[in-house]
């Protein structure tokens, strides 16, 4: 049973480029988030989906960041012309509903992105 | 972005105290979590709450889900040093299925 998976775990890059994170989710999940946290703060929300429907989006998510779950499977998060204040831990999380257990999302290790 | 208040932001203690920390928002919430993170990784979740009023135990931790809906604690029994890190609780409303989470308590445990 794997968890949420989550890659690069470490990306550096200059200002103005391009950066992709890809996440895979626990394999049964039908849900998958975004979170975005910076240093000392709690993760903030930035997307959700459900299957491969992008369902709700934070307005934190400027228009040069694009996530996709195009099978409802994997999920990219895509930023374009980084700025320095995109540095940031990006994590993934994912859930599926049960009667049990609700709707009780696993995050994985993150992806530490560093602007230059 | 929106994050709920949590307490206390900070706490040092010795080994072998208990802890309690507490987590409060304004809107009422069908479903609390709590997580500790460690530096660098993703938060583990710890405990899941889904009804007012309920009370879940996992080893020495236990939480509660207060019946107002509004609030949910968390507490640490004889506390060890590997209980240090990060803890935040993140509560979920009717009608949609995102986290919204805490400001998180730094918990730092003297031997």
């Known amino acids: 049973d794997t968890g949420v998976s989550q890659n690069p775990r470490h990306k550096i890059t200059k200002r103005g480029q391009n950066v992709t994170f890809r996440c895979d989710p626990i394999?049964?999940?039908?849900?998958l988030y975004w979170y975005r946290q910076t240093l000392g703060q709690g993760p903030e929300f930035l997307t959700y989906?459900?299957?491969?429907?992008?369902?709700?989006k934070s307005r934190l998510l400027s228009d040069r960041f694009s996530a996709e779950r195009p099978k409802g499977s994997f999920s990219t998060l895509e930023i374009q012309r980084t700025e320095q204040g995109d540095s940031a831990m990006y994590l993934c999380?994912?859930?599926?509903?049960?009667?049990?257990?609700?709707?009780?999302?696993?995050f994985g290790e993150g992806s530490w992105l560093t602007v230059v | 972005g929106q994050q709920l208040n949590q307490s206390p932001q900070s706490m040092f203690i010795q080994e072998g105290e208990d802890v309690s920390m507490n987590c409060t928002s304004s809107?009422?919430?069908?479903?609390w979590l709590w997580y500790k993170q460690d530096p660098g990784e993703g938060p583990v979740l710890l405990i899941a709450?889904?009804?007012?009023?309920e009370l879940t135990s996992n080893g020495r931790l236990t939480a509660q889900f207060g019946i107002t809906r509004k609030d949910s604690f968390l507490n640490i029994s004889a506390s060890i040093p590997s209980d240090v890190g990060i803890y935040f609780c993140?509560?979920?409303?009717?009608?949609?299925?995102?986290?919204?989470f805490g400001t998180g308590t730094r918990l730092k445990v003297l031997a």
């Open positions: 993140a509560g979920q409303t009717s009608g949609t299925y995102k986290y919204i």
């Open positions: 394999s049964e999940h039908n849900r």
């Open positions: 989906f459900q299957n491969e429907a992008q369902l709700e």
């Open positions: 999380a994912s859930s599926s509903w049960s009667g049990d257990s609700g709707n009780t999302i696993y």
């Open positions: 709450l889904y009804k007012a009023g």
């Open positions: 809107s009422i919430f069908n479903t």
